[in-house]
C-alpha cells in the first residue's frame, strides 16, 4: 500500500505564504510523477503543479508564478510552496503521486488533503 500524508495547511491573509509538504511511504517501485491538486468550495478538482520522475514541471493557470513545487527524494517529500496567495486559492489541497507499486501497471495515490484558507 500506498501512503501520502500532506501537512502545512492553515489560515492565511492575502499575499502572504504556506508551503505544504507531503510525506510518502509504502511499497513504492518506481514513481512517474508527484503533484499538488486542489477543489475549491463549489468547483472541480483542479491541478495546481506537477513534477514529474525526469524533474519536469508544470502548474495551473491559476497559479503559474506564485508556486513551485520541489522534492526531496531522500525523506520522500514533495513540497509545494505558495506565495502571494490570494482569496481565490481557498481550497483542499490533495497530494498526488502517481507510481508503479510492481512492474507491470502505474496507479494513482492521494492523500487525504489539507485545508488552506486565505482570508483577512
Known amino acids: 500500500q500506498v501512503h501520502l500524508e500532506e501537512s502545512g495547511g492553515g489560515l492565511v491573509q492575502p499575499g502572504g505564504s504556506l508551503t505544504l509538504s507531503c510525506i510518502t511511504s509504502g511499497s513504492i517501485f518506481r514513481i512517474v510523477a508527484m503533484g499538488w491538486y486542489r477543489q475549491g468550495p463549489g468547483r472541480q478538482r483542479e491541478l495546481v503543479a506537477t513534477?514529474?520522475?525526469?524533474?519536469?514541471?508544470n502548474y495551473g493557470d491559476s497559479v503559474r508564478g506564485r508556486v513551485t513545487i520541489s522534492r526531496d527524494n531522500a525523506k520522500s517529500t514533495v513540497y509545494l510552496q505558495m506565495n502571494s496567495l490570494k482569496p481565490e486559492d481557498t481550497a483542499v489541497y490533495y497530494c498526488?503521486?502517481?507510481?508503479?507499486?510492481?512492474?507491470?501497471?502505474?496507479?494513482?495515490?492521494w492523500g487525504q488533503g489539507t485545508q488552506v484558507t486565505v482570508s483577512s
Open positions: 513534477l514529474t520522475a525526469g524533474g519536469s514541471r
Open positions: 498526488n503521486i502517481r507510481a508503479y507499486t510492481n512492474y507491470t501497471a502505474w496507479d494513482d495515490y
